[in-house]
């Protein structure tokens, strides 16, 4: 029965995450500002997703294979999404390479401006709560999105669910809400040492390596290429985090209301 609580993982991770926070030393948490990070999470997925950015660089190919699809009468989805994936195989790894560089480089352009647009003006505390509420709303965003599949596959194969990768799902998940706690509170830091700028262009570079080598990863499947992204992700978040939390702790202690 244990492997049917495997699609809600993500969100295990997020409020690990929480806790982690909570047992440094922050016992309440900023509602209003936690929220306002989870809505800008959602608010980037829209950018993302609408204005199809990510993709601009796979668009003709796109066209071309449903072109060729209609040409040949298909019109199942998986076979289409094959065909699409054969032709960028086609054009050989510096394709793959650029095409992942580009979609990791406009998220973590997208997501750490929109967060940076909100911290500047903000307070370390504030900055904490937006980054975890952030993290946390993208450890949802995750299950949501993925979770009708995620059934369906555990009806069919649920022999085939190893522990490991559901606790895989865990370790990413809190990884990757205490990255954006970290950054947040670096991003607001460089803010405070009036470089704010550079601050904002070394948070996108940190966080379009992280999800270029993810992405290097899903077309290649090389395991390094994850393990890569894996590590950088947590020790970014762990450094950040534990270099500057005590800044928010203070701002904490010193307004306890």
């Known amino acids: 029965m244990f492997v049917w609580f495997y699609p809600l993982f993500p969100v295990v991770g997020g409020l690990l995450a929480m806790f982690f926070i909570y047992m440094l030393g922050f016992k309440r948490f900023y509602w209003r500002e936690f929220f306002m ?58 394709f793959i390479v ?18 940076y647009l909100w911290i500047r003006k903000s307070s370390y505390i504030k900055a904490l709560n937006i980054g975890l509420g952030f993290g946390f ?27 490991a990768s559901a606790f895989l799902s865990i370790y990413e998940r809190f990884a990757s809400a205490l990255f954006h706690v970290g950054l947040a509170l670096f991003m607001l830091d460089m803010v405070k040492r009036s470089i704010g700028l550079i601050g ?4 996108i570079a940190i966080h379009g390596a992280v999800d270029s080598l993810a992405m ?3 077309y290649l499947g090389e395991i390094e290429f994850l393990a890569v992204s894996e590590v950088l992700l947590i020790v970014t978040a762990l450094i950040l985090t534990l270099k500057i939390y005590g800044k928010a702790l203070a701002e904490l202690i010193s307004s306890p209301t």
Do not use: H
């Open 137 to 163: 709303a993208e450890a949802l965003a995750i299950t949501l999105l993925t979770f009708p599949t995620q059934v369906n596959y555990l009806y069919t194969a649920s022999a085939n669910i190893f522990l």
């Open 200 to 203: 904002l262009g070394l948070a």
């Open 98 to 115: 650029g095409i992942s560089l580009w979609a990791g480089f406009m998220a973590g352009i997208i997501q750490e401006t929109l967060k």
């Open 37 to 94: 990070g989870l809505a800008i999470l959602f608010i980037c997925i829209g950018i993302q997703v609408l204005s199809y950015v990510q993709q601009i660089p796979l668009l003709p190919i796109v066209f071309d294979v449903r072109q060729e699809a209609a040409a040949m009468n298909i019109t199942d989805p998986a076979t289409i999404s094959k065909m699409v994936l054969d032709r960028i195989y086609s054009k050989g790894i510096l």
């Open 216 to 218: 290097l990863y899903q």
